[in-house]
């Protein structure tokens, strides 16, 4: 009926003021607490150097740094091969010409490094150098896009295309149609010669 009443008048049902149950502070509990945990913090200590240090081998003190040197070097040999492979073998066929351009560069520094225990990835190098020789990387893809469209022309050319690349007079090479049409003009023999298939 209660919750009727505050939901008919829309005020809030009183609280009584009560106190909780606190224990009163012990303030010698606390020392006592605080003390035991001192000497056990303490009594840790003293026994873990109580403890005899381990015993010194004096072969593996003599064999160690050798080993470390060695086993160093075979890690960076191993890193340096598999960080080549993945490096000469992308997908992009620009970017892995312009890597080839670029290899003596970058294998001489990557190298240099390495005889100084350092390893560098060489995409690490190769960004570096594109950046150091940018009028030289588009020098290259220049070139490259030139030496495409030369081909692309010459290829046109070579089947018929607009017949810039001819031999007296004649295409280099013609299809079955353009062969029928020299047939037709009587001029296929002429363009024939001495060619025997």
Excluded: C, W
Aim: proline share 5%; no cysteine.
């Amino acid at each position: 009926m209660a919750d009727d009443d505050k939901v008919q008048d829309g005020s809030e049902p009183k609280v009584e003021d009560k106190k909780p149950d606190v224990a009163p502070f012990d303030a010698n509990a606390l020392g006592v607490t605080v003390a035991n945990a001192a000497q056990a913090a303490v009594r840790d200590a003293l026994a873990s150097a109580a403890q005899p240090a381990p015993p010194v081998d004096a072969l593996e003190e003599l064999v160690a740094p050798i080993v470390r040197k060695h086993a160093g070097g075979a890690h960076l040999v191993a890193e340096l091969a598999a960080d080549k492979a993945d490096f000469y073998t992308t997908e992009d066929a620009e970017d892995l010409a312009l890597r080839f351009h670029f290899k003596d560069e970058i294998e001489k520094r990557a190298m240099g490094l390495a005889s100084n225990r350092r390893a560098m990835p060489r995409l690490d190098i190769y960004n570096h150098l594109k950046g150091e020789q940018e009028s030289k990387v588009t020098e290259f893809r220049q070139k490259r896009r030139k030496s495409r469209e030369d081909r692309a022309r010459a290829d046109a050319e070579d089947h018929g295309g607009s017949g810039g690349s001819r031999e007296g007079g004649f295409p280099k090479s013609v299809s079955v149609d353009q062969a029928h049409d020299l047939q037709g003009s009587g001029k296929l023999d002429e363009f024939l010669g001495d060619k025997s298939f």
